[in-house]
């Protein structure tokens, strides 16, 4: 074929729209390598300064870089060169697969000695992290906000505009200060897994930044559309930070201290696909609402403390998730990593007292284990066994003739390895 026709070709294949970013990746690559701790920048070598320049580009230029296309593909894809996934959220458990993918072959090629290819899947993994938190990647299923202008109609100057571009683009440099990148888990498959929940974290952060960029495009105000895509290209690189220098740990084989268990109530279920809870997974009692983290709504207005009854008496929880009748939560887990779960399970001890729940753990379908409580009896701790489960459901069902007065929580519901 001939060279203009190829062109062509690949010009008409390259789904444009979906670039995130752009020059903003550089920056936010190189303000996540310069945290890293100086064994690891040395491990690096001249990888250090070609993962900013140029690797964490490679998932966006697949047709011309056909040299490094191989870096931002998987082999169980055969034939797809460029990995949608790479750039927009799909479903957890899709990107998690492919998280969990490029982490494990940058850390077997560090270990095999190959920092050119690690360097390269790790420029991949840092394109991803930062495609899923720019502020133009935000809105679900519309990436150049032909949803977000109906409610957010556009100023004369920007009315035949395509949205995407200028909400991401900009020339800014990213200093991420004394930030201390952490580390996300002593194994592949946890550290994926973590890192997804803090991607979750920078899609977020990234959504509260839309609005105030739009509104500052259309009032032609430069500094306010950069002073916003900062914040969200501060976070990324943070959570890029975060992968890049648990991607060497692993390698290395050096691993910090970690504490052991892992609380799971601030992470979002695959009910929440999107991150936010669809009106299909509302519960109608004991109030008319979704799950919250943290408080139990009194009347489905107002916010107070959970609270147990346990048998050294009444406990106020930090942690927890407070729910309705009915509708499940399903958590991902990662493989191999943790052999139990354990939770707090009980009735807030004045708004439930007329209450009975069954309170229900299920393991990749199965039942874990169940235990139905009065709102006046004392909370109960649950603990099951989930090695080998790769999808952990708390479902809670009423069992009372008042289910208005169901109001349950799992306080502290944590993973054990
Ligand atoms: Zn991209």
């Known amino acids: 074929m001939t060279h203009r026709l190829a062109l062509l070709l690949i010009a008409l294949m390259v789904p444009r729209l979906l670039f995130g970013w752009g020059q903003p990746h550089h920056a936010i690559t190189r303000a996540a390598l310069e945290t890293l701790p100086g064994w690891q920048k040395e491990w690096l070598g001249t990888e250090l300064k070609a993962l900013g320049d140029v690797h964490c580009m490679i998932p966006d230029q697949v047709y011309s870089d056909k040299a490094n296309a191989k870096y931002a593909a998987m082999d169980s894809r ?37 920092s050119g290819d690690a360097a390269r899947f790790m420029g991949t993994m840092c394109h991803q992290i930062e495609d899923y938190g720019s502020p133009s990647h935000t809105m679900p299923g519309d990436n150049q906000f032909t949803l977000l202008q109906q409610f957010l109609p556009p100023s004369d100057g920007m009315k035949d505009k395509l949205m995407h571009g200028p909400i991401e683009n900009g020339d800014f440099m990213v200093s991420l200060g004394g930030y201390q990148p952490r580390l996300l888990g002593t194994s592949v498959n946890e550290a994926a897994w973590r890192l997804m929940h803090r991607v979750h974290e920078g899609i977020l952060n990234a959504r509260s930044t839309t609005i105030p960029i739009m509104q500052a495009l259309y009032a032609d105000d430069a500094a306010t559309v950069t002073k916003h895509q900062l914040r969200a290209a501060v976070v990324d690189a943070q ?57 139990i709504l009194a009347g489905g207005t107002k916010a107070v403390s959970l609270k147990l009854k346990l048998e050294s008496g009444e406990k106020e929880f930090a942690h927890g ?51 139905t409580l009065n709102g006046t009896d004392a909370a109960q701790k649950l603990e099951c066994e989930v090695s080998g489960v790769s999808q952990l459901q708390l479902l809670l069902t009423s069992r ?18």
């Open 239 to 295: 959570i890029a930070a975060d992968a890049l220098y648990t991607i060497l740990c692993l390698g290395a084989q050096k691993l910090p201290e970690m504490p052991a268990p892992v609380a799971i109530d601030t992470f979002w279920p695959l009910e929440a696909e999107k991150l936010h809870y669809p009106q299909t997974q509302f519960f109608s009692s004991p109030y008319w609402g979704h799950p919250r983290i943290g408080s």
């Open 400 to 417: 009372s003739l008042d289910s208005k007065s169901n109001y349950a929580i799992w306080a502290e519901p944590e993973l054990l390895k």
């Open 78 to 114: 055969p034939g797809e060169v460029y990995l949608q996934v790479l750039h927009l959220p799909t479903v957890q458990t899709e990107y998690l697969e492919v998280m969990t993918y490029f982490m494990e072959r940058a850390v077997t090629a560090l270990r095999e000695g190959r």
């Open 321 to 371: 998730i407070s729910a309705g009748m009915g509708k499940p939560l399903t958590f991902v887990l990662p493989q191999g990593v943790f052999r139990r779960f354990t939770v707090r399970a009980g009735l807030h001890p004045e708004l439930g007292a007329k209450g009975r729940v069954e309170f229900t753990i299920h393991g990749d379908g199965k039942p874990l284990t169940s235990l």
